[in-house]
T-cell receptor, first 116, second 112 residues
Framework: DGGITQSPKYLFRKEGQNVTLSCEQN?????MYWYRQDPGQGLRLIYY???????QKGDIAEGYSVSREKKESFPLTVTSAQKNPTAFYLC???????????????FGPGTRLTVT | DQQVKQNSPSLSVQEGRISILNCDYT??????FLWYKKYPAEGPTFLIS?????DKNEDGRFTVFLNKSAKHLSLHIVPSQPGDSAVYFC???????????FGAGTRLTVKP
C-alpha cells in the first residue's frame, strides 16, 4: 500500500524549541517537497529535494532546515528562528521523468503544528 | 505575491447539478495547470491537469477549461455528487519544475 506518511498529525511546542516533522514515502519517488499552508492562502514551498543528499530552498525557507539522507525520508525541522511557526505542514513527493520532476505530486495527510 | 487566485472560498451546489470552480493566474509564463482535491484529514490528491497547448481536458465527470488570454481556468464537475464535497486547489507551474504555485482553495459542498 504505497503512499506518504507524516507524523504526528498534531504537534504542540513551546516557543523557542526546535521541532522536527517526519515525512516518509514508499512510492520510490526521487523528488520530495515541504509546503506550508496558512488560512486563506495557497500552499507555499519551503524546501524541495530531487536527490539524496541534495535539497533546495523554496520561497519561505527562512527558519526551516531539512535533510535527505535516504530516498524515502525528508524530515523538516522548524527552528526557533521561524517567526510564525504555527501552521499546517504538508509533505509531497513526485516522480522524476528524464531529468525533470513530474508536476503531479502526491501529498501526505499533513501535520498541524501549534507553537505557544 | 499570489500568482494563483481562487476568489471564491466556498461554493454550494445541489446534487446532480454542475459545479464550476474558478481560478485566475497572473504569470503568463505558466504553462501547466492542475487541480487537486482535499478531503478533511487527508492530503490533497491530484484530480486533473491541462497544459497550455490545450483549452480543454476531460476525465469522466471532470472537465478543466483553460482561457489563456484571460489567464483563467475553471473546473466543471457534472453531475455533482455528495462525495465531491471537498476543498479544491488550483495549481500552476512553468514547465515541469519544482516551483508550483497553489491557490488558496475553494470548499465545495454538494447537497443531497
Amino acid at each position: 500500500d504505497g503512499g506518504i506518511t507524516q507524523s504526528p498529525k498534531y504537534l504542540f511546542r513551546k516557543e523557542g524549541q526546535n521541532v522536527t516533522l517526519s515525512c516518509e514515502q514508499n512510492l520510490n519517488h526521487d523528488a520530495m517537497y515541504w509546503y506550508r499552508q496558512d488560512p486563506g492562502q495557497g500552499l507555499r514551498l519551503i524546501y524541495y529535494s530531487q536527490i539524496v543528499n541534495d535539497f533546495q530552498k523554496g520561497d519561505i525557507a527562512e527558519g526551516y532546515s531539512v535533510s535527505r539522507e535516504k530516498k524515502e525520508s525528508f524530515p523538516l525541522t522548524v527552528t526557533s528562528a521561524q517567526k510564525n511557526p504555527t501552521a499546517f505542514y504538508l509533505c509531497a513527493s513526485s516522480m522524476i521523468i528524464g531529468r525533470t520532476p513530474s508536476n503531479e505530486q502526491y501529498f501526505g495527510p499533513g501535520t498541524r503544528l501549534t507553537v505557544t | 505575491d499570489q500568482q494563483v487566485k481562487q476568489n471564491s472560498p466556498s461554493l454550494s451546489v445541489q446534487e446532480g447539478r454542475i459545479s464550476i470552480l474558478n481560478c485566475d493566474y497572473t504569470n503568463s509564463m505558466f504553462d501547466y495547470f492542475l487541480w487537486y482535491k482535499k478531503y478533511p484529514a487527508e492530503g490533497p490528491t491530484f484530480l486533473i491537469s491541462i497544459s497550455s497547448i490545450k483549452d480543454k481536458n476531460e476525465d469522466g465527470r471532470f472537465t478543466v477549461f483553460l482561457n489563456k488570454s484571460a489567464k483563467h481556468l475553471s473546473l466543471h464537475i457534472v453531475p455533482s455528487q455528495p462525495g465531491d464535497s471537498a476543498v479544491y486547489f488550483c495549481a500552476a507551474s512553468v514547465g515541469n519544475n519544482n516551483d508550483m504555485r497553489f491557490g488558496a482553495g475553494t470548499r465545495l459542498t454538494v447537497k443531497p
